[in-house]
């Protein structure tokens, strides 16, 4: 069955510095890989995806990911962190069985950006 | 501008009453969702739509109840059987292109049960 782990529910990272977001997959076959942002009482919002390709994927806000397919990880990145990017982050792998095009979703990991 | 509009916001229930949630999308998307999210489990399938009048289950489907009579509608029932209903409840609708296609997300419903 196919799954993804958000191994971290906090990260904690000063204003200024790189950020690391984790997320590994378990799929059978090749991953098709979301990122997404979520901000307190809101619904989600897309970032990137990886299909095929580059390994380092580029999307909004200054993220970026890096598929890595021996570490089955898809790391969400950012050089530099600003305040507003705290929020809620999700990592997601297209379901693969069947017809049903649906996403499965990590827990997420709460991202905290100190001044 | 197009989007995916989800109402109420807010709705408070009673147990043992049903209640429903509306979720509309203008971005002429096939494909529809409804999630269903709760602190620290993240997103869970409750049901989807590939195409209007067709809906399946998805992983926790039991207690809830949807229909798709138009291709821009897609309302969620929450049926006094879900035993523990409240939460904040997502619906979404897939951009065209097969399996690479992201999800749009509507702003959510946040139903407590009192």
């Known amino acids: 069955a196919q799954s993804v782990a958000q191994p971290e529910d906090q990260v904690n990272v000063a204003e200024g510095n790189p950020l690391t977001v984790k997320c590994t997959y378990s799929?059978?076959?090749?991953?098709?890989l979301f990122w997404y942002v979520q901000y307190p009482n809101r619904g989600l919002q897309f970032l990137l995806k990886?299909?095929?390709?580059?390994?380092l994927v580029k999307g909004s806000y200054g993220f970026e990911a890096e598929f890595n397919k021996s570490q089955t990880s898809f790391h969400l990145k950012k050089p530099s962190a600003l305040v507003s990017d705290s929020a809620l982050y999700f990592c997601?792998?297209?379901?693969?069985?069947?017809?049903?095009?649906?996403?499965?979703f990590g827990t997420g990991t709460l991202l905290a950006v100190q001044p | 501008d197009g989007g995916i509009t989800q109402s109420p916001k807010y709705l408070f229930r009673k147990e043992g009453q049903n209640v429903t949630l509306s979720c509309e999308q203008n971005?002429?998307?096939?494909?529809m969702y409804w999630y269903r999210q709760d602190p620290g489990q993240g997103l869970r399938l409750i049901y989807y739509?590939?195409?209007?009048?067709?809906?399946q289950k998805g992983d926790i489907a039991e207690g809830y109840s949807v229909s798709r009579e138009k291709k821009e509608s897609f309302p969620l029932t929450v049926t006094s059987a879900q035993k523990n209903p409240t939460a904040f409840y997502l619906c979404?609708?897939?951009?065209?292109?097969?399996?690479?296609?992201?999800?749009?997300f509507g702003e959510g419903s946040r139903l407590t049960v009192l």
């Open positions: 979404a609708s897939r951009t065209p292109g097969q399996d690479t296609g992201e999800l749009f």
């Open positions: 739509s590939q195409i209007v009048n067709d809906f």
């Open positions: 799929v059978s076959g090749n991953p098709y």
């Open positions: 997601a792998v297209r379901d693969m069985g069947g017809a049903t095009n649906k996403l499965i």
């Open positions: 990886y299909i095929t390709g580059d390994n």
């Open positions: 971005l002429n998307h096939d494909a």
